[in-house]
């Protein structure tokens, strides 16, 4: 079964070899935010989906262009995300949020979903008990004559649920901090569980961000040639490099115009705060103030 077709040189990208090299590529992007089992594991479930006939038919069939074949025609996003929940979804609650986290981003790695629609309609877990055009029983025949064995995925869920608790110790500790200042009662503990969604909530953009990243590094590398030396372990040069640019950027827009000045002082003041030491703070600026590139200043 393949993933992908170089319309170029007509070269196949076998499912194994994408699942395989994303995963990879996961790994290491997460392995810098503690969450490369995590990635990794997302990374390699996320195009379950094509390991199917009908899926190759039609990337075939969009390749020669042939009229009907046009992109996003065969789900394969849902499988992974299907295999993942109907497999892990159980035992306690931190492993039951790693299986979610990792089944949403499998779900949204080609468009973002929501979890509950404005009506209330729950379409995260419709989309997680409809099987239907996915053929999902063939794509299980194919996962399970794969190198890829149940017991390794279970070994990579164990350790991904293990990021998972470190990352809920952190954002407890955290939240207890932020609503210290809050009388205890039922407030407190109303905006501590507020706190804890919220952080959930970056986890699980943060991991599809990574899934993202990996994907489309491997699919552009497989079908543009496009190398991947683009993780670097010491980052110090390529900090150096963007704070230039940076630099370079905002004399741009150095005009003698009053918002220019007014952005210019708000870019000073950022340079100065840069100074302070390192925590959590809150730029307030109006839209159009500059803030987003002025808070990289450093």
Not at 129 to 143: G, T
Request: proline residues 1%; positive net charge.
């Amino acid at each position: 079964m393949i993933a992908h077709i170089d319309k170029k040189t007509g070269k196949e990208q076998a499912v194994l070899e994408h699942l395989e090299e994303t995963a990879r590529l996961a790994e290491i992007i997460g392995s810098e935010l503690h969450i490369g089992h995590l990635a990794y594991l997302t990374a390699l479930l996320h195009d379950l989906g094509k390991w199917r006939k009908r899926f190759e038919d039609y990337l075939r069939a969009a390749v020669s262009g042939k009229k009907g074949a046009y992109r996003g025609s065969v789900n394969h996003s849902s499988a992974g995300a299907v295999y993942i929940y109907r497999r892990y979804y159980k035992g306690e609650r931190i492993e039951r949020l790693t299986a979610q986290l990792i089944s949403m981003a499998i779900f949204s790695h080609h468009g973002l979903i929501d979890c509950v629609a404005p009506d209330g309609k729950p379409v995260f877990i419709e989309r997680t008990e409809n099987i239907q055009d996915i053929d999902y029983e063939e794509v299980l025949f194919n996962l399970g004559k794969s190198t890829i064995s149940e017991s390794y995925l279970d070994k990579l869920f164990i350790a991904s649920v293990e990021e998972v608790k470190q990352f809920q110790n952190k954002i407890e500790e955290l939240s207890d901090r932020i609503v210290s200042v809050v009388p205890e009662g039922r407030e407190k503990i109303k905006r501590k569980a507020v706190l804890i969604t919220y952080f959930h909530s970056v986890l699980e953009r943060t991991l599809l961000s990574v899934l993202i990243d990996a994907d489309r590094l491997n699919t552009a590398k497989f079908c543009n040639g496009r190398a991947e030396n683009v993780f670097e372990k010491d980052k110090r040069d390529s900090w150096e490099k963007v704070t230039c640019n940076l630099e370079d950027y905002l004399k741009k827009f150095h005009g003698t115009d009053k918002i220019s000045l007014l952005r210019t002082r708000i870019a000073e003041d950022c340079r100065l705060f840069a100074k302070k030491q390192e925590g959590i703070y809150r730029l307030s600026v109006p839209t159009g103030g500059a803030k987003t590139l002025s808070s990289f200043i450093r």
